[in-house]
């Protein structure tokens, strides 16, 4: 019976027999799994330094010659384009017509806030209204350039509205000084709106219901709510909205350079670098003014970032 007995726990497995199982062994990361996550990385890697930061190379090395763009001699003249620059007030003053454009972009964040905040809470056809809004942003920028052209033209689309509430204006919408960057802006209002609508949208979303309905017992009212809760939840996207608004209203080219090509008023410093660039063969110049806009653009990031910092980033 013994023996029986010696022979059966003999069979058991450790763990019941009352020893402890051996921990399995622990494999250290070797060099294959450090590697494992610069693969993933590779490809967007490799196109972010041949499309983005090899250009910015070579833009910044063109802007100390006086390369044409055609003729493969580049003659290195130091800062010389740089100083024409800075010496040609011409070459500056059409920053101004951002003014338009910034102008613009404060008013498409103000509608874009106001849509999302109501369509966040419960509204009839709010997914219809969703869709209008976003709308614009995918047809492609071209195609709104040539919709607006027959807009504003003579007895064209916005005139005949005008006509029938009784109003006949007699402008010519892009072919006077003081309305063509008006109707330009307007044209990016209506295009852009849609994008800060579906950023402001979806951050407002994230924000848990639970806030939403402490509000509503408290008694708090929708214009409380933005102010105590939804405007703080989403102060990175707005700041982010305001950072893409502004490099935006100074790098404006696609709409006025084919609604107007840029002429009389409504030349943009973008529009005026391409035409250095390529009706006057100045490729160094224009790569200067690239560099500049380019450092006035991080410039205003850095400031944005510095005077409304990222609380969570402060925080980590």
Known sequence: MTDLKT???AGLPAAAAGTAPAPPPRHRPGWRRQLTPWLYLSAALVLLVTFTYIPVANMISYSFTDWDGVSPDKTF????????LFTRPELFQVFFVSLYYLAAAVLQIVVALYFATILTFKTRFRNLFKGLLFFPYLINGVAVAFVFLYFFKQD???????????????????????LVNVSLSGVSVWRFLGLNFVLFLGAMQS?????????????ASKWQVFRSIIAPSIRPIIGLSVILSISGSLSVFEIPF??????????????QTVKLAFDFNKMGLASAMAVVLLAIILLITWAQRRLVPDE???RS
């Open 7 to 9: 022979r059966h726990s």
């Open 156 to 178: 064209g689309t916005l005139d005949s509205v005008l006509a029938i509430v009784g109003a006949h204006p007699d402008k010519l919408w892009l072919g006077d000084p003081d």
């Open 312 to 314: 969570r980033a402060d």
């Open 77 to 84: 003249v130091g800062a010389d384009n740089y100083v024409e």
């Open 258 to 271: 084919i609604m107007t090509r840029g002429f009389g008023e409504s030349k943009t410093f973008v529009i």
């Open 207 to 219: 924000i848990p219901a639970e806030l939403h309905e402490a509000a509503e017992i408290d008694g």
